[in-house]
């Protein structure tokens, strides 16, 4: 009986950040094979070369400008949109990119929205005014309990 997994294969490669370029640079600083390296460490030897040169990539290079557009959208909203609501304004505006990536980007930026603002109407919470009326009763006289 054959198990087989109906799932995508996740592929053997290392992720870039994880220690292996280091590992490969001093290999070839040592005179050894960049080519061998690269195979034991599961890393393309195009990716070691590319993250050799320093340069961001196409998405990083994206991922900025989203960050700047998003930054500026939250702080017009100041500073109470989240992810869906800052995706609906991009959207509307022809920045086309998925609901998962502004909130990506967002929390890797820190711009949250404001929970805590208060209502400009100057409505009080339930505890607001629970407290007030317990206060104002123990003004007055009333006994409480408690």
């Given at each position: 009986?054959?198990?087989?997994?109906?799932?995508?294969?996740?592929?053997?490669?290392?992720?870039?950040?994880?220690?292996?370029?280091?590992?490969?640079?001093?290999?070839?600083?040592?005179?050894?094979?960049?080519?061998?390296?690269?195979?034991?460490?599961?890393?393309?030897?195009?990716?070691?070369?590319?993250?050799?040169?320093?340069?961001?990539?196409?998405?990083?290079?994206?991922?900025?400008?989203?960050?700047?557009?998003?930054?500026?959208?939250?702080?017009?909203?100041?500073?109470?949109?989240?992810?869906?609501?800052?995706?609906?304004?991009?959207?509307?505006?022809?920045?086309?990119?998925?609901?998962?990536?502004?909130?990506?980007?967002?929390?890797?930026?820190?711009?949250?929205?404001?929970?805590?603002?208060?209502?400009?109407?100057?409505?009080?919470?339930p505890t607001e005014a629970l407290n007030e009326h317990?206060?104002?009763?123990?003004?007055?006289?009333?006994?409480?309990?408690?």
């Amino acid at each position: 009986m054959s198990t087989s997994s109906s799932g995508p294969q996740l592929s053997s490669r290392r992720r870039p950040g994880d220690g292996a370029h280091p590992f490969i640079e001093a290999e070839k600083q040592a005179g050894h094979s960049v080519k061998r390296a690269c195979e034991l460490m599961k890393v393309s030897r195009t990716a070691f070369y590319a993250r050799r040169s320093g340069l961001p990539g196409p998405r990083a290079v994206r991922d900025a400008e989203l960050t700047e557009q998003i930054a500026e959208v939250h702080a017009r909203s100041r500073g109470t949109y989240g992810a869906p609501r800052v995706h609906a304004v991009l959207k509307r505006e022809g920045s086309g990119c998925g609901r998962r990536r502004v909130a990506r980007l967002m929390q890797a930026a820190g711009p949250s929205p404001q929970t805590t603002a208060r209502d400009p109407l100057g409505w009080k919470t339930p505890t607001e005014a629970l407290n007030e009326h317990l206060h104002s009763a123990q003004k007055t006289g009333v006994a409480t309990t408690g």
